[in-house]
């Protein structure tokens, strides 16, 4: 079945470094990639998203690639900020339309200042 | 233009009860979600509903877990003699759109 693996967390950055968080999948077809994210107690919300082979999705200053040859997604930032602390989870769902989305275990990133 | 609010926040029970855990999606949204998150795993999907059609149970556990949904509203899920495997925070979510999902705080279930 559909799965979606990701770093083990926590990665802890200072203020203004650089961020990568890994993600690769594993899919039947051609799914659409995501990166969710959970800020300390709040609900789970959309940071970004992307479609097909090498489209790029981008939001808040984060951003991933789609990578159908790697079968990754890896979420990047150039310069993270104390208030980027949060849980990310990256995710995928097949099939169009309203699928389910298959979840990563998260990832912990804590930006000290 | 309220999220998605569930409820109870917290609910902890005996091991063998009953509990019936509420989704108030977001209004309009078509497509409801559950899913479940362990201490220290990723989120696992349980069930979803999209309209009228049938719903995506394949990911219930067991047969102990059922969901309804009224029309295109409130959704309840509903788990029978609660094992102590059950601990863990019940989240739902609604969409109106491909992969964008909105997701409501959470219940957080304790079996003891």
């Known amino acids: 079945g559909d799965s979606v693996t990701q770093m083990e967390g926590p990665v802890t950055l200072s203020e203004e470094a650089f961020l990568t968080i890994n993600c690769t999948y594993t899919?039947?077809?051609?799914?659409?990639l995501f990166w969710y994210v959970q800020y300390p107690g709040e609900g789970l919300q959309l940071l970004l998203k992307a479609t097909k082979a090498d489209d790029k999705g981008s939001n808040k200053g984060f951003e991933a690639t789609y990578r159908k040859e790697t079968t990754s997604f890896h979420l990047e930032k150039g310069s993270v900020q104390v208030s980027d602390s949060a849980v990310y989870f990256c995710?995928?769902?097949?099939?169009?339309?309203?699928?389910?989305?298959?979840f990563g275990t998260g990832t912990r990133l804590l930006v000290s200042p | 233009g309220a999220g998605v609010s569930q409820s109870p926040s917290n609910k902890v029970t005996e091991k063998g009860k009953d509990v019936e855990l509420r989704c108030d999606p977001i209004?309009?949204?078509?497509?409801l979600y559950w899913y479940r998150q362990r201490l220290g795993q990723g989120l696992e999907f349980l069930i979803y509903f999209q309209g009228n059609s049938a719903p995506d149970k394949s990911g219930l556990p067991s047969d102990r877990f059922s969901a309804e949904r009224t029309g295109e509203s409130v959704s309840t899920l509903t788990i029978q003699r609660t094992q102590q495997e059950d601990s863990a925070v019940y989240l739902c979510?609604?969409?109106?759109?491909?992969?964008?999902?909105?997701f409501g705080p959470g219940t957080r279930l304790t079996v003891l």
């Open positions: 995710a995928l769902s097949e099939g169009g339309g309203f699928q389910k989305l298959v």
């Open positions: 979510a609604s969409s109106l759109e491909q992969g964008k999902q909105f």
């Open positions: 899919a039947t077809g051609y799914p659409s």
């Open positions: 209004s309009g949204h078509t497509a």
